[in-house]
């Protein structure tokens, strides 16, 4: 019997040896992969279809997002109302989303039900019809959901602050006004549609309590389709980032607050330095208890929050730092920000604090293991970067014995100001 006068042993999150739990792979008959990840207590299941066939691929700006946006807006045997009225009736979630390598239609729903939910996916990746009707109402959606967020300075500054970065004809650049819209037809969005969905390259991940004839019913439903095996390849389009590095916008001559965002270009996540600047960027401004956050939020009171992250692209990225704050201290706040990459340069990490960062670290991976559906989002992110189950344990490995000395090389050879721009739009 459990003496409940005694308390448990408490372990800190680097005791722990994480381990990845391995997917199955096999291929359709059309050559189409599957990563799949049987896991989980719960009748649940989901199946992601992943396309080469997001942003970076568009001749016109906004077609990949509108043909991925209107997969469920009706197909020739179904409108919009039956499809969603179909899914609902299942219980299921249907969803689709568009980000600058790829789009990505996923279903999830009770595992028995998969039968019934696969063949509409299949409708809506080879039938879609793109009305006008639905098309003109996505548009004028979409452009009175632009010309509220264009009166926001946070969604400016993201917006401004990539193009300084990789230049506007670059694709994680480039942006979306409403003429861009106007400019677009429906003839556009089938031959899309046609291209990268119908006859795309595609991978698809399910996790989930699998059924034992799910692979059958995938081959049913995707394997006799003209779709290719994922390969993606990052359009050969030179990045020109701006000459100046420091920026100051208005948009409201009332405003209060500024939207601050300093960036730098970084290397992707097949640099040797990756893994390692992830730690420091943990530290920096990663997570609540970060340097940026004890500063400008407990210390100076300037903000509400600032956090700092890496970009998730395929391609070259970027180290980012964002943050709102009013406007009267928006350059005070920055110069913290510049005092805290000094502090980085030059002083080392003291142990308990370089502790608390690495539990952190290793918390957040517990926490992404913790289930079928986040144990396959760890999967996907590697499998759509060309990694392996290696960068996985390289990184916990890296977490756990990275030292303040390397940290402290690491922010002499990153975070100098004169290598970040610098925008404050107000």
């Known amino acids: 019997m459990i003496d409940r006068t005694i308390s448990p042993k408490i372990k800190d999150a680097v005791e722990f040896d994480l381990k990845l739990k391995p997917y199955e792979k096999y291929k359709l008959n059309n050559g189409v992969e599957v990563f799949a990840v049987n896991a989980g207590v719960e009748e649940v299941l989901q199946v992601e279809l992943v396309f080469a066939a997001g942003n970076n691929f568009e001749k016109l700006k906004g077609v990949a997002g509108a043909t991925n946006s209107l997969l469920k807006n009706g197909t020739s045997a179904k409108t919009a109302f039956q499809i969603n009225e179909y899914f609902e009736y299942f219980g299921a979630h249907c969803n689709r989303g568009c980000y600058n390598e790829t789009a990505v239609v996923s279903i999830s729903g009770l595992n028995k039900y998969v039968g019934s939910l696969l063949p509409v996916v299949k409708e809506m990746i080879t039938d879609s019809v793109f009305s006008d009707e639905e098309f003109n109402i996505y548009k004028q959606n979409t452009k009175q959901r632009l010309s509220v967020s264009l009166q926001k300075s946070d969604f400016v500054a993201s917006r401004l602050i990539d193009a300084y970065l990789y230049g506007e004809n670059h694709p994680y650049g480039t942006y979306l006004n409403a003429e861009d819209l106007d400019a677009i037809t429906t003839a556009d969005l089938k031959k899309y549609f046609s291209a990268l969905y119908v006859n795309g390259s595609c991978v698809i991940f399910v996790?989930?309590?699998?059924?034992?004839?799910?692979?059958?019913?995938?081959?049913?439903?995707?394997?006799?389709?003209?779709?290719?095996?994922y390969v993606y390849q990052l359009p050969l389009i030179n990045k020109l980032p701006a000459a100046e590095k420091k920026y100051r916008k208005q948009i409201d001559v009332n405003g209060v607050q500024g939207s601050i965002r300093i960036a730098r270009e970084f290397p992707n996540r097949h640099h040797p330095d990756f893994m390692k600047v992830m730690v420091l960027n943990t530290l920096f401004g990663g997570y609540f208890g970060s340097r940026l956050m004890s500063n400008i939020r407990e210390d100076k009171g300037y903000t509400y929050g600032i956090h700092s992250y890496i970009q998730?692209?395929?391609?070259?990225?970027?180290?980012?730092?964002?943050?709102?704050?009013?406007?009267?201290?928006?350059?005070?706040?920055?110069?913290?920000?510049?005092?805290?990459?000094?502090?980085?340069?030059?002083?080392?990490?003291?142990?308990?604090?370089?502790?608390?960062?690495?539990?952190?670290?290793?918390?957040?991976?517990?926490?992404?293991?913790?289930?079928?559906?986040?144990?396959?989002?760890?999967?996907?992110?590697?499998?759509?970067?060309?990694?392996?189950?290696?960068?996985?344990?390289?990184?916990?490995?890296?977490?756990?014995?990275?030292?303040?000395?390397?940290?402290?090389?690491?922010?002499?050879?990153?975070?100098?100001?004169?290598?970040?721009?610098?925008?404050?739009?107000?």
């Not at 699998?210 to 290719?228: C, H, M």
């Not at 998730?312 to 201290?329: F, L, R, Y």
């Not at 977490?399 to 922010?411: G, Q, S, V």
């Open 207 to 229: 996790s989930g309590k699998i059924p034992a004839n799910l692979k059958e019913q995938l081959n049913e439903n995707f394997g006799t389709l003209p779709l290719k095996p």
């Open 312 to 426: 998730n692209h395929i391609g070259p990225t970027a180290w980012m730092i964002s943050t709102d704050a009013g406007k009267d201290v928006c350059e005070a706040t920055i110069e913290e920000v510049y005092k805290e990459m000094q502090r980085l340069r030059e002083e080392l990490v003291d142990a308990e604090e370089l502790m608390l960062v690495r539990n952190y670290l290793i918390g957040t991976i517990l926490g992404d293991l913790d289930g079928p559906f986040q144990i396959m989002g760890r999967w996907k992110n590697l499998l759509l970067n060309n990694l392996d189950e290696n960068y996985f344990y390289n990184s916990v490995q890296t977490i756990k014995t990275i030292t303040a000395e390397e940290l402290r090389e690491l922010a002499k050879k990153y975070l100098n100001p004169q290598n970040f721009y610098e925008l404050v739009v107000v």
